[in-house]
């Protein structure tokens, strides 16, 4: 049984960095074909596709924040790490991570419960 | 990157009614597109993969058809469970995109 639990603050101020992880079970992320995903959504509004890292290490990222963004994995504790800097209010949302799995389908088949995240002074 | 606009955006349906929620890529994503569904305070759930490939578990009320630029979500009757909102996500390129969803609500 795959899932996963997303963790971090709930609140940060503005100009922080803000880090979420993701702590899975039910999988290994040496397995090959393997990705965890981090995706967000603010409130009231659509998905947005953020990062995501592959068992062999090979990290994608938005471009429009990919100078802000840093996705690791720690493959001995089952978990990913989302960096994000320079946080600002327009980056309040929920955080979601998912697994997908480009050796079946690639989509985003298991998803977490989701973290929100309220940047606020 | 490739933007994803779904149609419409907000759609009121009877229980029963055949509803319908397109997708149209800016560029050809071939078949990598999914679709998923959403209801308020919870994460989105797989239902439609590769397009027209009908996620495990989900009720075959729900198909997807299409390729290239144009793809559709189809509920053949819509049931009381499914009033939530829907969106499709191509994962042909990076970066990856969602389409800006679909309200299905009761009329």
């Known amino acids: 049984q795959i899932t996963l639990k997303e963790s971090g603050p709930t609140l940060v101020k503005p100009t922080q960095t803000l880090t979420l992880t993701c702590t899975f079970s039910?999988?290994?992320?040496?397995?090959?074909?393997?990705?965890v995903g981090w995706i967000r959504q603010p409130p009231g509004k659509a998905l947005e596709w953020l990062a995501l890292i592959y068992w062999d290490d090979d990290k994608r990222y938005s471009p429009s924040l990919k100078s802000r963004l840093t996705i690791t994995k720690d493959t001995s504790k089952n978990q990913v790490v989302l960096t994000m800097t320079n946080m600002d209010p327009v980056d309040t949302a929920t955080y979601y991570c998912?697994?997908?799995?480009?050796?079946?389908?690639?989509?985003?088949?298991?998803w977490g419960q989701g973290t929100l995240v309220t940047v606020s002074s | 990157d490739i933007q994803m606009t779904q149609s419409p955006s907000t759609l009121s349906a009877s229980v029963g009614d055949r509803v319908t929620i397109t997708c149209r890529a800016s560029q050809s994503i071939s078949s990598w597109l999914a679709w998923y569904q959403q209801k308020p305070g919870k994460a989105p759930k797989l239902l439609i993969y590769?397009?027209?490939s009908l996620e495990s578990g989900v009720p075959s009320r729900f198909s997807g058809s299409g390729s290239g630029t144009e793809f559709t979500l189809t509920i053949s009757s819509l049931q009381p469970d499914d009033f939530a909102t829907y969106y499709c996500q191509q994962y042909n390129s990076y970066p990856s995109t969602f389409g800006g969803g679909t309200k299905v609500e009761i009329k």
């Open positions: 998912a697994h997908s799995d480009y050796g079946d389908h690639g989509a985003f088949d298991y």
């Open positions: 590769k397009a027209s």
């Open positions: 039910g999988f290994s992320l040496s397995t090959s074909g393997v990705g």
